[in-house]
């Protein structure tokens, strides 16, 4: 079927001008390109689709264009639930839209509080400690070397090779760096020596999901409507002496110059594992349609695997978002997986 579909994202060019923020903070946004790319893809689907900026001037470019579904990727600009924006005015509007809702793109947008879901269900994530203010006390629970980050940022926004910390002076240092520039808390976790692994997903739980192995029948009927992108992982092996760490400089700058391994090469058994910690990530916190779940692989103890972060919109760039990279390694197009993710949304609302 033929449907009005609505792009909506922020633009990098539209972004904010304001000296209330970070240098870094609006690298999230998209691109022209990228914008026109899922445009014409949406179109080769056989669906209308127009560009509308995801911002205030939404409310009065929706009600003119009336679409019955839209293509969402804003990340928005301001506030501790930027992402959740959009998706909450859709909401209000009664109109459908891809992808996570308000609850999922707010929790996931607040690390500190993922890990704390992760945690209640028993999935692996690194120790942490949250920093509020300077003067806080370091749990006697947390070891070096600890990694510093901010709370709710993405795109490596905050993190450098400062972030690795090996003691109490450059632990503080860090902190009172996040605090100062991101005006949030700092997030602490215990520095995971290893691997860097994504793995993306598309699609929807079959049925009312619980937390089952994915060798249970019934477990294996549900992950069904889940497909897994070929993990990714990012070769750091260049950039040891200098960037040990998927950096906002690295993410951004060197993007091109970045060797990016996909699939991974890594063991059947361990995909399986990955998969099935994504696919738990995204049951837990309720995510919808699409997603990527960021690891680490721990060198020092048999590759376990640790959870970053899950990212709900992910980047949708051709040939530089993760998402995108790790899709054509499944031989799947940036036209192909735009769709899959649309449809993933059309079926969900039954509208297909
Ligand atoms: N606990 C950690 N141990 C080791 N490296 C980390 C840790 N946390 C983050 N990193 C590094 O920082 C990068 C960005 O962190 P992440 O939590 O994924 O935030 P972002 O939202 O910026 O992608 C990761 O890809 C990884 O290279
Ligand atoms: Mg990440």
Same mark, same amino acid.
């Given at each position: 079927?033929?449907?009005?579909?609505?792009?909506?994202?922020?633009?990098?060019?539209?972004?904010?001008?304001?000296?209330?923020?970070? #240098?870094?903070?609006?690298?999230?946004?998209?691109?022209?390109?990228?914008? $026109?790319?899922?445009?014409?893809?949406?179109?080769?689907?056989?669906?209308?689709?127009?560009?509308?900026?995801?911002?205030?001037?939404?409310?009065?470019?929706?009600?003119?264009?009336?679409?019955?579904?839209?293509?969402? *990727?804003?990340?928005?600009?301001?506030?501790?639930?930027? $992402?959740?924006? *959009?998706?909450?005015?859709?909401e209000?509007?009664?109109?459908?839209?891809?992808?996570?809702?308000?609850?999922?793109?707010?929790?996931?947008?607040?690390?500190?509080?993922?890990?704390?879901?992760?945690?209640?269900?028993?999935?692996?994530?690194?120790p942490?400690?949250?920093?509020?203010?300077?003067?806080? +006390?370091?749990?006697?629970?947390?070891?070096?070397?600890?990694?510093?980050?901010?709370?709710r940022?993405?795109?490596?926004?905050?993190?450098?090779?400062?972030?690795? &910390?090996?003691?109490?002076?450059?632990?503080? $240092?860090?902190?009172?760096?996040?605090l #100062?520039?991101?005006?949030?808390?700092?997030?602490?976790?215990?520095?995971?020596?290893?691997?860097?692994?994504?793995?993306?997903?598309?699609?929807?739980?079959?049925?009312?999901?619980?937390?089952?192995?994915?060798?249970?029948?019934?477990?294996?009927?549900?992950?069904?409507?889940?497909?897994?992108?070929?993990?990714?992982? &990012?070769?750091?092996?260049?950039?040891i002496e200098?960037?040990? &760490?998927?950096?906002?400089?690295? %993410? +951004?700058?060197?993007?091109?110059?970045?060797?990016?391994?996909?699939?991974?090469?890594?063991?059947?058994?361990?995909?399986?594992?990955?998969?099935?910690?994504?696919?738990?990530?995204?049951?837990?916190?309720?995510?919808?349609?699409?997603s990527?779940?960021?690891?680490?692989?721990?060198?020092?103890?048999?590759?376990?695997?640790?959870?970053?972060?899950?990212?709900?919109?992910?980047?949708?760039?051709? %040939?530089?978002?993760?998402?995108?990279?790790?899709?054509?390694?499944?031989?799947?197009?940036?036209?192909?997986?735009v769709?899959?993710?649309?449809?993933?949304?059309?079926?969900?609302?039954?509208?297909?």
């Amino acid at each position: 079927m033929k449907f009005r579909v609505a792009l909506l994202a922020n633009l990098k060019k539209n972004a904010p001008v304001t000296t209330e923020v970070s #240098s870094d903070h609006w690298d999230d946004l998209d691109s022209e390109s990228t914008v $026109e790319a899922i445009t014409e893809a949406i179109r080769s689907g056989g669906h209308v689709c127009e560009f509308l900026e995801g911002d205030a001037s939404l409310i009065d470019t929706i009600r003119s264009f009336k679409p019955d579904i839209c293509f969402n *990727i804003c990340e928005g600009h301001f506030g501790d639930a930027r $992402e959740a924006q *959009i998706p909450a005015l859709l909401e209000m509007l009664r109109i459908p839209y891809t992808g996570s809702k308000v609850l999922a793109l707010s929790l996931s947008l607040d690390k500190p509080m993922t890990k704390r879901v992760l945690t209640y269900h028993d999935l692996p994530t690194p120790p942490f400690q949250v920093f509020e203010r300077e003067d806080d +006390v370091l749990s006697e629970e947390m070891t070096y070397p600890m990694f510093v980050k901010p709370s709710r940022e993405g795109t490596g926004m905050g993190v450098s090779e400062r972030s690795i &910390v090996n003691n109490e002076a450059e632990l503080f $240092e860090q902190v009172a760096y996040v605090l #100062s520039n991101y005006r949030q808390p700092a997030l602490v976790e215990k520095y995971i020596e290893g691997r860097e692994v994504t793995v993306g997903v598309v699609g929807n739980l079959i049925g009312p999901a619980a937390r089952r192995l994915p060798d249970d029948e019934e477990a294996a009927h549900m992950l069904a409507g889940l497909r897994f992108m070929p993990p990714m992982e &990012v070769d750091l092996k260049p950039f040891i002496e200098s960037d040990m &760490v998927y950096s906002n400089r690295l %993410k +951004v700058a060197l993007a091109a110059e970045l060797n990016y391994l996909a699939p991974a090469p890594i063991e059947p058994a361990l995909v399986e594992e990955l998969n099935w910690y994504t696919a738990a990530m995204f049951r837990v916190i309720g995510a919808l349609d699409v997603s990527r779940v960021d690891f680490r692989l721990d060198i020092h103890d048999n590759l376990k695997p640790y959870i970053l972060e899950i990212n709900p919109l992910p980047g949708l760039a051709p %040939k530089i978002s993760d998402l995108v990279i790790e899709a054509e390694a499944a031989g799947i197009s940036h036209a192909e997986l735009v769709n899959m993710i649309l449809d993933a949304a059309l079926k969900r609302y039954e509208m297909i």
